[in-house]
Structures are given as structure tokens and as C-alpha cells.
């Protein structure tokens, strides 16, 4: 079975602040993708990275895919209030299904 | 472009009574999947259709949930008799396809939910 663990499970920091959220598996992935969740909506895809070793920049958010291609890292810079929510990883398993297998959530609030 | 739409948002039953969920998927997409999503945790593929075929149901709870998606379009997920712990966000997303070619993963895109209270 695989599964995908992220670390924090909840963050709570002052805006300007940095964090680092993990998702750490022992399958590897052809690829993985991060989303982010508002209350009451669903997931919104934010990158997907697909080599061992990327690395993806989106604004004050940056992407890392481990080498081995089973761990990935989000790390955002002078956190904002709109940046609260609840960031998922996911894995795209291999095969011809099209399947996610999301981790199991970071819930991050950002206090003014 | 119009997104995935799912109805009703909220719904609120009582133990052992039924529900179901609707889900229209975005126009010309092929693919649609189920997602249970348990309060704070990530979401769980219940189903996953190609056209009105079934891909993968391997994670749904057969004796007391069902879903179709006859003419290969909308799709209904039925619960029957709920329990307590099917309360949960019912997700619906869709995708133009299995995987294109060269094994690309086609991007899914998710519809805003249901909320089920089970009391």
C-alpha cells in the first residue's frame, strides 16, 4: 500500500514568518503534486513536480522533489493570512489509471 | 469553462437513512473519480470511471455505498444505510482520460464537495 505522511500535521504562525511542510513516503512516484484546500472547496492543484531532484518556484513557494523521487518539501517564504489552509501532497502512482494518493494533510493558519 | 459541479453542498441524515450525491463532471471529460475526505485528512479514491465503466472501486465500502455514471457523463454516489462514520466531504473530480500518450498524467480537477452529516 503506499501512503504518504506530511509533517506538520497543523501550523499555526505569524504572517512574515517561513515554514517548511514534508510528505515523506517509502514508494516512489512518477511524479507529485501539491494542492491546496479552502474550507468548503477542493483541492486546488498548485505544481506538479515529475524529475528526481526538482525544484519549482511559485512566487513565495518553493517546491523541492526528493532524488529518489519518494519525498517531496513545500517551502514558503514571509508567510501571508491568504496563504492559510490545508495543503495536500500527492502521489501519481504508476500504471495507465491515473490515480492520486494524497497524503495526509498540513493544516496551516497564517495570523495577522 | 465551466467547473465540476456537485450538488447538494450540505446534507444532514440520521443513522441508517440513505443519500445520494450528484456530480457533473466538466464537459468532454472522460474520467471521473469519487473522494471521501475525512475532516483535516487527505482525500481517499472511493471510484474512479472511464466513460460509464468502472476503473477502480477497490477502496469502496460495496455493502452500503454505490455509484453509476450510465450515459458516461454525470454520476450519482449512493449511501445506504449510513453510519455514523460516513460522515465526511464527498469530493468529485474529473480528468480528460486515463493516461495520454507516452503515460502523461492527465490533471484532475476538483468539484467543490458535499458535506455529509451523518447523526
Known amino acids: 500500500t503506499q501512503l504518504l505522511e506530511q509533517s506538520p500535521q497543523f501550523l499555526s504562525i505569524q504572517e512574515g514568518e517561513n515554514l517548511t511542510v514534508y510528505c515523506n513516503s517509502s514508494?516512489?512516484?512518477?511524479?507529485l503534486q501539491w494542492y491546496r484546500q479552502e474550507p468548503g472547496e477542493g483541492p486546488v492543484l498548485l505544481v506538479t513536480?515529475?524529475?528526481?531532484?526538482e525544484v519549482k518556484k511559485l512566487k513565495r513557494l518553493t517546491f523541492q522533489f526528493g532524488d529518489a523521487r519518494k519525498d517531496s518539501s513545500l517551502h514558503i517564504t514571509a508567510a501571508q493570512p491568504g496563504d492559510t489552509g490545508l495543503y495536500l501532497c500527492?502521489?501519481?502512482?504508476?500504471?495507465?489509471?491515473?490515480?492520486?494518493?494524497f497524503g495526509t494533510g498540513t493544516l496551516l493558519a497564517v495570523q495577522p | 469553462e465551466a467547473g465540476v459541479a456537485q450538488s447538494p453542498r450540505y446534507k444532514i441524515i440520521e443513522k441508517r437513512q440513505s443519500v445520494a450525491f450528484w456530480c457533473n463532471p466538466i464537459?468532454?471529460?472522460?474520467?471521473l473519480y469519487w473522494y471521501q475526505q475525512i475532516l483535516g485528512q487527505g482525500p481517499k479514491l472511493l471510484i474512479q470511471?472511464?466513460?460509464?465503466?468502472?476503473?477502480?472501486d477497490s477502496q469502496l465500502p460495496k455493502d452500503r455505498f454505490s455509484a453509476e455514471r450510465l450515459k458516461g457523463v454525470d454520476s450519482t454516489l449512493k449511501i445506504q444505510p449510513a453510519k455514523l462514520e460516513d460522515s465526511a466531504v464527498y469530493l468529485c473530480?474529473?480528468?480528460?482520460?486515463?493516461?495520454?500518450?507516452?503515460?502523461?498524467?492527465?490533471?484532475?480537477?476538483f468539484g467543490p464537495g458535499t458535506r455529509l452529516t451523518v447523526l
Open positions: 473530480a474529473s480528468s480528460l482520460g486515463e493516461r495520454g500518450l507516452a503515460g502523461l498524467y492527465n490533471e484532475q480537477f
Open positions: 514508494s516512489v512516484f512518477s511524479s
Open positions: 513536480v515529475v524529475t528526481g531532484g
Open positions: 500527492a502521489g501519481v502512482s504508476g500504471g495507465a489509471t491515473n490515480k492520486l494518493i
Open positions: 464537459s468532454g471529460h472522460a474520467t
Open positions: 470511471f472511464q466513460n460509464n465503466g468502472v476503473v477502480d
